[in-house]
């Protein structure tokens, strides 16, 4: 692990493991094996954006999707998506917002590119068919936390992932793009600093394929997933991240993981979320004595950061001993409630709660990671034909703090440029050296569902809003306890998805542990102000064995 900007290194405790570079043992030589141009793996904006763009600059892209297509965060994603073209905005606006939000972490140049570019990739997207709302005037646009302008486009009310799903569905089928479901991505295959494939298991045959390719794009999302309470889809596993740092990729500011404020608390319900736009159109938080509260602690009061409400909520909750506040709308029209927000209305109707009549309890999940695969601006990670855009991805936009509905903009953008750098780099050959690993052992027994369960205990305990250094500790045991399972080879997907999140676990808690101060998303009891010499990015990069050891 290191700390970039040569300002210091930092030695963990040796919870930086030498891991394995293979979570399971096979030969490349037995298996059947598959070239092709450009693989994109992830079925979000992300993916099937940048796969639509190759596939229109006539390459041959296969698409590989863990489950079905359309089972992403993309897919679930209420709010909208920010972009600077409303009269009164401006990307030099947009930009500033998100540096605020971002805490002093985010890259300026790639928050930049991100602010000039995403009014044009929004508008591609309407002209392959995206209906985001609109009212007399154009796009309606709205505000959400920490935005000073209304700058969020939002379709079908609450539904913009789901439209924008449907849109880039719909013309990679035209295309006639292959999207493979039901295939898992175990590893990458990278010899002397270039990646040349992966090995994916087709769990519809339940066999062991080879990709190889020109480039690789990872597009697979987050990690929600290491917590038990969490907006994202079951996929949310961090497979991207861990296969990347497996193989060699710098990783960063895993420790800035962000807790939506608002989603749903009903005793047995699912943890849906109930999107920031709700509290953008005038709804009130309220604590359990029905007293609003945000104006005590910061002056944008509903629409602070999303940090600041969370941590507010965790607070309100601790005063009053309840696991949850509540979120008034009550005194909005009900028939613009139910025409603006569909999905949740609909939803919170089919559990027994009127919105309209009655307060929506509330607490916060885990929702976005803003750290991920290191990468610079235009997608290239620190390994040679591979790529990330999107929540996988770590290219400095959303610093210690994500502005809200800055991540599907996000895949847009740096999709489209992944496209524009791959597509003026000579094509190159692609490569086929022999992989294999025969080092892992086998296990019996392990119960890989409790061991989920277990791991995200900790998250929850330890590794959620708020952080305190006894917790950290003790989550740290937790994962270093478990370290002996990375000699053991993963015999099924389930398995596979815990190695990867307890590889990731582990890094978040290194990263969150080693950052001795407060910021952004990262918040410490024992450090609770930001400190200026922690202004710094924490690099983590797996200690690289001599390759040759492996094929
Ligand atoms: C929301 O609708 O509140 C989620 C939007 C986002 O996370 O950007």
């Known amino acids: 692990m290191r700390i970039n900007k040569s300002w210091g290194s930092w030695q963990g405790r040796g919870a930086c493991p030498v891991t394995g570079l293979y979570i399971l043992n096979f030969d490349t030589r037995q298996l059947p094996s598959e070239a092709v141009d450009y693989l994109v793996v992830g079925s979000g904006i992300a993916g099937l954006y940048t796969a639509y763009l190759l596939a229109r600059s006539g390459r041959r892209v296969v698409v590989v999707t863990k489950k079905m297509v359309e089972n992403t965060s993309t897919e679930r994603a209420q709010g909208g998506i920010a972009a600077a073209i409303g009269a009164s905005d401006s990307p030099?606006?947009?930009?500033?917002?998100?540096?605020?939000?971002?805490?002093?972490?985010?890259?300026?140049?790639?928050?930049?590119?991100?602010?000039?570019e995403g009014p044009y990739r929004v508008r591609h997207l309407v002209g392959m068919g995206a209906r985001?709302?609109?009212t007399d005037g154009g796009f309606a646009l709205v505000r959400e936390g920490a935005h000073r302008q209304r700058r969020i486009l939002y379709a079908g009310g609450d539904a913009t992932g789901a439209e924008i799903q449907r849109t880039l569905c719909r013309q990679v089928n035209e295309m006639k793009i292959p999207v493979l479901e039901n295939h898992f991505v175990v590893d990458?295959?990278?010899?002397h600093g270039q990646c040349c494939g992966a090995l994916v298991l087709d769990e519809t045959a339940n066999r062991l394929l080879v990709f190889r390719s020109r480039v690789?794009?990872?597009?697979?999302?987050?990690?929600?997933?290491?917590?038990?309470?969490?907006?994202?889809?079951?996929?949310?596993?961090?497979?991207?991240?861990?296969?990347?740092?497996?193989?060699?990729?710098?990783?960063?500011?895993?420790?800035?993981?962000?807790?939506?404020?608002?989603?749903?608390?009903?005793?047995?319900?699912?943890?849906?979320?109930?999107?920031?736009?709700?509290?953008?159109?005038g709804g009130i938080l309220r604590n359990a004595s029905g007293k609003p509260f945000m104006s005590r602690y910061h002056p944008d009061g509903e629409l602070a950061p999303r940090d600041v409400v969370t941590r507010a909520i965790l607070a309100e909750m601790r005063a009053t001993g309840t696991d949850s506040v509540f979120l008034d709308v009550t005194h909005l029209p009900a028939d613009k409630l139910r025409r603006r927000f569909p999905t949740i209305a609909q939803t919170c109707t089919a559990l027994g709660l009127d919105i309209c009549r009655e307060c929506i309890p509330v607490a916060p999940a885990a929702h976005y990671m803003m750290g991920g695969v290191r990468t610079n601006l235009y997608g290239e990670t620190t390994i040679e034909n591979l790529y990330a855009c999107g929540e996988v991805a770590c290219a400095g936009v959303h610093g210690a703090n994500r502005l809200a509905s800055n991540?599907?903009?996000?895949?847009?953008?740096?999709?489209?440029?992944?496209?524009?750098?791959?597509?003026?780099?000579?094509?190159?050959?692609?490569?086929?050296?022999?992989?294999?690993?025969?080092?892992?052992?086998?296990?019996?027994g392990i119960d890989y569902g409790a061991l989920r369960s277990a791991l995200q205990e900790q998250m929850d305990l330890?590794?959620?809003?708020?952080?305190?250094?006894?917790?950290?500790?003790?989550?740290?045991?937790?994962f270093e306890d478990h370290q002996y399972l990375h000699e053991?080879?993963?015999?099924?997907?389930?398995?596979?998805?815990?190695?990867?999140?307890?590889?990731?676990?582990?890094?978040?808690?290194?990263?969150?542990?080693?950052?001795?101060?407060?910021?952004?998303?990262?918040?410490?009891?024992d450090y609770p102000q930001p400190r200026e010499c922690w202004r710094k990015n924490l690099l983590f990069q797996r200690v690289r064995r001599d390759e040759q050891d492996y094929y």
């Open 462 to 478: 330890n590794l959620g809003p708020i952080r305190e250094p006894s917790g950290l500790e003790q989550a740290l045991r937790f």
């Open 407 to 444: 991540s599907l903009v996000d895949g847009l953008v740096f999709g489209g440029r992944i496209v524009e750098r791959v597509l003026t780099r000579s094509q190159g050959t692609i490569s086929d050296p022999d992989f294999s690993c025969a080092l892992l052992r086998a296990t019996a």
């Open 488 to 525: 053991c080879a993963a015999p099924h997907t389930e398995a596979m998805e815990v190695h990867n999140l307890l590889q990731l676990g582990l890094l978040v808690t290194e990263a969150a542990a080693a950052r001795r101060e407060s910021r952004g998303g990262h918040y410490r009891t």
């Open 188 to 191: 990458l295959l990278v010899a």
């Open 132 to 134: 985001f709302d609109r």
């Open 92 to 116: 030099l606006l947009h930009l500033q917002d998100t540096l605020r939000a971002g805490a002093g972490l985010c890259d300026p140049e790639a928050v930049q590119v991100l602010v000039t």
């Open 216 to 281: 690789i794009i990872l597009t697979s999302g987050g990690a929600g997933q290491l917590f038990r309470q969490t907006t994202n889809p079951p996929v949310a596993t961090g497979d991207g991240i861990a296969v990347a740092f497996r193989a060699g990729a710098e990783v960063a500011d895993l420790e800035f993981i962000q807790f939506h404020p608002t989603v749903l608390a009903l005793a047995d319900g699912p943890p849906f979320l109930i999107s920031e736009a709700v509290r953008g159109e």
